[in-house]
């Protein structure tokens, strides 16, 4: 198989470990912490997982390795969308297993959760990881969206750990995914099989992070991926000084993402979900912010500039939130296919006209006719509409370019509009690691496996301290019961991993709103320019600023 130069470069990278870590998994031991709680609904999520709820907190040390020293044959599942660095997890889990014991076994169950249920897995050997390290995608095993969930899932993942003799399974997925460990590590404890179960936090959204979180893998390269593209694109912009680029950036409801991308390249415009929610913005007083800035550059002569739109924005904006619901409700119980045998879009609209409130309609006929469309053409099998799918990036420009024709009818405003839209995404998800994430992620894993020989169920593999340099990070491990709450989900009340959300008093979204003014008018742009592998240590392991600000750096 051909190999690129930098990847055959970067097969050979050996990540850092925390410094806890490293002197060899015989000189590893475990220090207890406090018993947990869960952040709330503690009586509801206490009796939801009466065998791995208020575990505690652990924290590994240099020490004399004390634990069984067992026989391990451990089972890795790679879940839901793709983050920069899985393969490192993998390769982590993989090294340590393989340190501890010749014979130890990894299994790797193939297109997520499902696999396990399905008993489709390969074994790993030297050859096969080693064909991955540093790499970016999924594609070792392959990922998937499957959630455990049923009597028959369940049982089958039992016998799937019967067959192969499984002691221990390690997830590595988002806040859903982690979810479902929490409840499989419960069953398992529950049927007495034997069987742990470890998750690690992965997600480019960024919106699996708390007080011991304190980010998850992937956001740190998928975002600084994007910040080279839109920093590109803005001197491209400052450059030909003739267009508006609209770009989204992914993350499906925190805007984590777009207020990174914000913090490194300085747009004219970032929209960010959770403060139109906080502020009950409409769309129509959002198109107006961005004409503000639009209309004040013009009038410098500046006919350029750059929005970032995060991609779960449209979810927290509160009228179209509600014209979702009630689009939902209308296509509810097989009325969508009526719907769609109605032979034309003036037909299908009365439909919709009839169906809708006064004031959610009011909504939906401000909305450009593609977007219109895109509300009822694009379902998910929950009959739900994918907000991900939804072109926010020409939303916002439409509604704008209406806003500065008003503007212009009333002798306000006399600029150029021009617009190119973007979604950057996927382009991020399956990047080279960084080599924090190399490191992160390898850390990860290779925690994980101690979590496992030491006997923990129901845990995160837990590694922090991540602004400081790797030989300073500390590894752990934390019940994942700590981080739940209850939620409302499909009309029932669940226990999930509560998600964070961009806070509004938290320093990374204070420092954003401290500056914007001046960066809507200004143009003020910062390159990042692409991730550096090899170099100096301040270009090459430069944390996110995010994280940095959050630790007060
Ligand atoms: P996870 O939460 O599973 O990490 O996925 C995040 C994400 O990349 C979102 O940013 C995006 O909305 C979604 O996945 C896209 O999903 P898909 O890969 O199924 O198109």
């Not at 095993?141 to 003799?165: D, L, M, N, V, Y």
């Not at 550059?297 to 350029?304: E, I, L, M, S």
């Amino acid at each position: 198989m051909d190999i690129s130069p930098l990847q055959k470069e970067r097969l050979q990278y050996q990540p850092k470990l925390p410094g806890m870590l490293r002197d060899g998994i015989t000189n590893i031991t475990v220090e207890e912490g406090e018993e947990t709680q869960s952040v709330a609904d503690q009586d509801k999520i206490r009796a939801l997982f009466p065998h791995t709820y208020g575990k505690k907190e652990i924290t590994f040390v240099k020490g004399a390795n004390t634990s069984a020293g067992k026989r391990q044959v451990v089972g890795v599942i790679l879940s839901g969308g793709q983050a920069p660095g899985g393969h490192n997890v993998i390769s982590g889990l993989y090294d340590a297993l393989k340190a501890s014991g010749k014979d130890n076994v990894l299994l790797g169950f193939k297109g997520g959760p499902s696999g396990l249920v399905d008993d489709e897995c390969v074994e790993f050997t030297d050859e096969f990881i080693d064909a991955y390290r540093n790499t970016g995608g999924f594609d070792i095993i392959g990922s998937g969206r499957t959630k455990i969930e049923t009597p028959e899932q369940f049982a089958a993942a039992e016998a799937t750990a019967k067959r192969h003799g499984l002691t221990a399974v390690v997830i590595i997925g988002g806040d859903d995914s982690n979810t479902n460990a929490a409840v499989l590590a419960e069953y398992f404890a529950a049927h007495e099989t034997g069987v742990q179960v470890i998750g690690c936090p992965k997600t480019i959204d960024g919106d699996l992070k708390n007080d011991d979180i304190e980010c998850s893998f992937g956001f740190d390269t998928a975002t600084k991926t994007y910040s080279e593209l839109i920093g590109n694109i803005e001197r491209d912009a400052n450059s030909a000084k003739k267009y508006w680029h609209f770009i989204k950036v992914m993350g499906r409801s925190a805007s984590h993402v777009a207020l990174e991308c914000a913090l490194e390249t300085q747009p004219n415009i970032c929209l960010i979900g959770e403060e139109a929610a906080a502020k009950k913005l409409s769309l129509s007083q959002i198109a107006d912010q961005i004409a503000d800035s639009v209309a004040k550059r013009a009038a410098n002569g500046d006919n350029f500039g750059v929005a970032i739109i995060p991609e779960g924005i449209v979810e927290f904006v509160p009228e179209f939130g509600t014209l979702i619901a009630e689009i939902n409700e209308l296509l509810a119980g097989g009325k969508a296919e009526a719907f769609n045998q109605l032979p034309s879009w003036t037909e299908k609209k009365e439909f919709i006209r009839s169906g809708l409130s006064k004031e959610s309609y009011a909504v939906f006929e401000i909305l450009p006719e593609g977007i219109e469309q895109q509300l009822f053409l694009e379902r998910d099998p929950h009959g739900n509409v994918q907000v991900s799918l939804i072109e926010s990036e020409k939303l916002f420009a439409e509604l704008v370019n209406h806003k500065l024709e008003e503007r212009r009818k009333a002798g306000t405003y006399n600029g150029s509009f021009k617009t190119q839209h973007h979604f950057f995404g996927y382009e991020g998800r399956c990047a080279f690691p960084s080599n924090f994430d190399a490191d992160y992620c390898y850390s990860l894993g290779y925690n994980a496996f101690m979590l496992i020989q030491y006997g923990f169920n129901g845990y995160l593999s837990k590694i922090s301290n991540l602004s400081k340099p790797a030989a300073e990070w500390a590894a752990g491990g934390m019940p994942i019961t700590k981080m739940m709450n209850m939620e409302r989900r499909n009309g029932e009340d669940k226990p999930v991993i509560r998600k964070a959300l961009v806070e509004l008093d938290g320093k990374p979204f204070r420092y954003f709103a401290a500056h914007r003014d001046a960066w809507a008018v200004e143009t003020d742009y910062t390159y990042p320019g692409a991730i550096q592998y090899y170099g100096p240590s301040d270009v090459c392991d430069l944390t996110t600023k995010t994280l940095a600000l959050e630790k007060g750096e």
